[in-house]
């Protein structure tokens, strides 16, 4: 072997080692090591509550209405979907009606493609009517998972009429067609801001 190939060796094997060096002691497995600390960390940062969004709309009886709510937070834990409406009063003067219950139910489409239901609820005659629906996040997603788009199905069911108190002269029911209601949304996140 000439004196230039095993130069060539050498130089070649101090290169493989100061490589493997470089790659043991910096480069990407400090990298991983940061994002270990902070997957370890977040569980200490405080819980902070978002700010809370209400979104007004109108459903007709037996019908689908869709509202979009965006999350740009990472960490959250769970979030609170609330739908609230008021049924019409009832009708007085020339006749006397008492308003029956109308009834909604909602679908949550969370941004990892999970579907959560709310139970088909009437409000109480002559009262408002609510559904709350809390979502915990699954763990193996509460790093980013909430963030995207939360798609609300707002479901308009059965809306009861304005039925007469006395049936006497001949007074019918007055149709009831539909509903105001108001979504509200809010949730809780781990923060270190
Ligand atoms: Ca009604
Ligand atoms: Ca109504």
């Not at 940061?34 to 019908?63: A, F, L, Q, R």
């Not at 999350?71 to 308003?99: Q, S």
């Not at 609300?152 to 067609?177: A, F, K, N, W």
Request: negative net charge; proline residues 4%; hydrophobic residues 35%.
């Amino acid at each position: 072997m000439h004196r230039n190939d095993r130069m060539i060796i050498f130089l070649g094997i101090i290169i493989v080692v100061i490589a493997l060096v470089g790659a043991a002691v910096g480069g990407s497995p400090k990298v991983k090591k940061d994002g270990e600390d902070e997957e370890d960390d977040y569980t200490k940062w405080p819980i902070k509550d978002s700010d809370v969004k209400h979104i007004s709309g109108s459903s007709s009886e037996n019908s689908d209405e869709t509202v979009i709510f965006n999350i740009t937070d990472k960490y959250v834990l769970r979030i609170t979907y609330e739908l609230n409406w008021l049924d019409e009063a009832d009708t007085t003067g020339l006749g006397d009606y008492t308003n029956q219950p109308d009834s909604f139910n909602f679908t949550v489409l969370t941004p990892w493609e999970e579907a959560f239901s709310s139970d088909n609820v009437f409000n109480p005659q002559g009262n408002a009517g609510l559904i709350t629906e809390t979502i915990e996040i699954p763990e193996e997603v509460i790093k980013d998972g909430a963030i995207g788009e939360w798609t609300l199905m707002i479901h308009c069911g059965e809306c009861g009429d304005q039925t007469p108190r006395v049936s006497l002269g001949g007074y019918r029911d007055i149709q009831d067609t539909g509903n105001d209601w108001i979504l509200t949304r809010y949730y809780e996140f781990h923060t270190n801001n």
